[in-house]
């Protein structure tokens, strides 16, 4: 009888990946098992391989409280695992494991489902029957709001487990990240009537891109091209960003133009999509600095700056003021990895007449 269930099992979630347009061992590579040591407890959930690099996207709930986390490859390889980013109030966080050349998952559109369309549920649901992963088959339901955004409504067996895990469409794409199931108790308690049926719910997929670095576009690319087949673009289906997670970069900046004197300074700078701030210190001298007497002029403050990232390109201008100055500045980032290269034009007014005038600067900096 038991050999007998286990084949009829295998059958049911063969059958129900082989509907779908992508092939099911991409998916099954894609999805793995999270188990957070919380001390005493053992929490365990699910998650995806969202970028090669070894990025994977889970619930924060999972992980919140996790002092060791560790990732369940497909393959059967433990890694360990970091938490890189997170958003508390959409319940979504970023692993990253040191691992390379991972198969992702395909990232899809979730405003384009329909209501009643055919929806499958990946995860590691129930592990301490095995920790196997497990495809359930459902329907999308609806829209439910939820904080300031809203999310998708679900007719689908959700069990503890399946958290963090990837719903799917019939095209294969992944267009959210299951979270939570309707607690029928709960519900009695709070409004006197017991619901049926199987209610889950999933955050929009979109909803990770406050809290992903420079990887971002490169898995949301085919929904940050605007009005397109693949639906109306990113940029207003995201929830509001996450001063967590605003990508920056660090760079140390030397002055070529203008020798006397040259300028060296530091620049911090934290930026969004199409701008952002900056904090800058520089000092000016002749040469080597040895003494007090060396320095010429010290410049410190903040500034503003646009400009819109493209590929490993980003072109930007912006003013700055600070200690006795103010200035305008422009240049070009380039960016290969973490690695940063800089190019920038200033033009300075202050009272220090060794402060004052245009520069041209090199840097090079780190960009997260």
Known sequence: MFTKSLAFLSIVIFSALSSLALPPDSLREAVVLILANEGERLSVGSGFIIHSSGLIATCYHVVANASVIQVKLPNGQLQQARLESWDETYDLAILRI??????????????????????????????????????????FSGWRPFQKGKVLQLDIQINPGNSGGPLVNERGEVIGIVFSRLNPWIYLYLTGEIPTGTIAFAMPVTYLWPILGKERYDIFRPLTTGASEQGPGLKSESPPSSTRTTPGSFCILSGIADLAPIAFGLCLQSH????????????????????????????????LFGGIKLLVIRPYMGVSVGWLYARAFAGVDLTWGSLLARIEAVSTWAPNPYVTGELIKLGLGLEW
């Open 98 to 139: 040191p691992a390379r050349a991972l198969s992702p998952v395909r990232i899809g559109n979730p405003y384009k489902i329909q209501f009643g369309e055919r929806v499958y549920a990946f995860g590691y649901p129930l592990p301490d029957l095995g920790p196997n992963l497990i495809v359930t088959v459902g329907q």
């Open 272 to 303: 969004g999509q199409f701008g952002g701030g900056r904090l800058e210190f520089d000092v000016y001298a002749h040469g080597e600095i040895k003494s007090e007497e060396d320095i010429l002029g010290i410049a410190f403050g903040v500034g």
